[in-house]
């Protein structure tokens, strides 16, 4: 979205990433101003997507650069209620999916119903609008939120090597011994 919104030239984002460009603008912009339908509405499971809810981002584009008269590639005066439109449809999509699969860890037995924690991580844990929906989610279930710091949320050789961090402290799947490992360079 934010490659198609061509956030790189505008001026307030020129030098952020495209999910943090999308964020800052939406703080500023109406979400109401665009209702995106939530991507896979018909299928009650635990899956993402988010192709669906692009195609429809790119259509209101297209309709807003014919009605503007301005090429693709241009700034659209309406790209913040875009950005906030499309920042809302992410989080809801994710909080609800996320509400789903905590529904069937619970029900399945597969969580301890004290101290059970969501974890997040990645770019969408860098992403203050949809942490906090997912705080909200965590509060209203009993469950602990644990995200890592933004700072290590952004890249994925970061979060990886978070993660061996961790999971040496705490003695798992750590290995020993290389024997036996073969891989593949590319």
Request: aromatic share 6%; hydrophobic share 40%; charged share 20%.
């Amino acid at each position: 979205v934010a490659r198609r919104l061509s956030l790189r030239k505008h001026p307030e984002c020129h030098s952020m990433s495209g999910g943090k460009a999308i964020e800052h603008l939406a703080q500023t912009g109406n979400r109401q101003q665009h209702a995106f339908r939530l991507p896979m509405q018909q299928y009650r499971n635990c899956d993402f997507s988010f192709s669906g809810l692009q195609n429809l981002v790119n259509k209101v584009i297209i309709q807003k650069e014919k009605e503007e008269g301005i090429q693709e590639g241009e700034i659209l005066s309406c790209v913040k209620d875009i950005a906030a439109a499309a920042q809302h449809a992410v989080a809801v999509h994710i909080i609800q999916r996320t509400y789903r699969a905590m529904l069937f860890c619970i029900k399945n037995s597969l969580l301890s119903s004290k101290n059970a924690t969501l974890v997040v991580s990645g770019g969408v844990a860098s992403n203050q609008y949809i942490r906090k929906g997912l705080q909200t989610l965590a509060d209203a279930n009993d469950f602990a939120l644990l995200c890592p710091p933004p700072r290590l949320c952004t890249d994925n050789g970061v979060m990886i090597a978070w993660n061996g961090i961790e999971r040496l402290r705490a003695g798992l799947g750590v290995l020993h011994r290389t024997d036996g490992i073969r891989y593949e360079p590319k």
